[in-house]
């Protein structure tokens, strides 16, 4: 006999109905606790107590997901010492799975009802045994996620440099690439859009005195200083001219931006160090760092997300919760050259597994050829496209090499 425990969260309560494989219309549980350490507690109580005078085989508790709000509650249970000894498991539902099963019965919607519904979805085997996560996976988790969420941040901050860049340089944004041939956000570039000289000192400043300016911010990096002071120089000249007031406003939105961008590596470094300290203990990190391009900061992004590889029984399953997925559209003896990415899954996973492909096709042969094949036959976006590609055929490998605990080996042409 099975005990089904439906939890319907919220950011203050936790409404709970319990029923039991032998009558699902009886509700042993059917109260609202308060969202903390003792409104769990006291559920957990009541729990053991009916385990107590009915002896459960199994007991299943399931919540939907809701942000964050649901983390705390399935923790507990999940890794209570007491309840552990009853042979529990706690699930995290897909809201849109228990809405789904919920519409069926046409009930309005409140939440004793809710978590009624999601314990007789529940009941109606609708729930996966969980292998229960440990702490070093969550808090790398924890980690991996801040660290997307910055460099998310990272990006739309630099973007908004530049646009401000423009304002002010326009031509040093449209300049050919091989004349200037150093990241716009290399530290030494950022440090001359962001120095105090005016437009016109730089376009004044003999090319020999610019050579030497750019040689000392950079600290003689610079391969052909000359070619690069010159293309400056050209560019800054054909820039349009702003008024005073103009220029000190972009220059402090320009101030500004260097400032983010300066703190967002610096706080991505952070993260990344503290990111290297968890993953070196687990396991799985030296399979997934044997394929060459993948490094710790992506190892530990996919680990995190994946968690025990026996969640997962086939590779396709996997590639469906990264949502590597696409949807095929099909007419008669028509098929639809473009066929767009489902857009679901877990964007996280997703994120890893793409910037880990596009690493490693630049490192081993064979994700590199057939990066190059599905390059060629990209209609629309041939980039993005074959690296996602190649991120669906990481996930094979990822998913055998982890289910065999092998390290990866380059197959031999």
Known sequence: MKLFVGIDVSSKDLQVVALDSEDQNKRLINDSFVNDLYGASELKKQILDLAQNKHYDQIIIGMEATSIYSFH???????DE?????????????????????????????????????????????????????????????????????????????????????????????????????????ATMMSIVTDSKTLDEIADMPTEDLISYLQVKSRGRFSDPDTLAKAIKKAVRGSYRLGKVMTDSIDAVLSVHYNMIQSFNESIKDLEKAIDRIVDALPESKILESIPGIGKTYTAGIIAEIGSIDRFDKEEQLAKYAGLTWNQYQSGDHSNEHTPMARTGNRYLRYYLIEAANLARLHDPVFKKYYQKKYDEAVYSPHKRACTLTARKLVRVIFKLLKDDKLYRTPRS
């Open 73 to 79: 509650p399935a923790y507990f249970f999940q890794n």
């Open 82 to 186: 007491d309840l552990q000894k009853l042979n529990v498991e706690t699930d995290v539902i897909n809201p849109k799975e228990t809405s789904r099963f919920h519409k069926v019965f046409e009930e309005s919607k409140t939440d004793p009802l809710d978590a009624y519904y999601i314990a007789l979805y529940l009941s109606f085997g609708h729930y996966r045994v969980s292998i229960a996560r440990q702490d070093n996976y969550l808090a790398l988790e924890r980690l991996t996620r801040t660290r997307y969420e910055l460099v998310q941040e990272l990006t739309r901050t630099k973007q908004h440099f530049i646009e401000a860049l423009y304002y002010r340089v326009n031509k040093l944004i449209t300049v050919d690439k091989d004349k200037i041939n150093t990241p716009l956000f290399g």
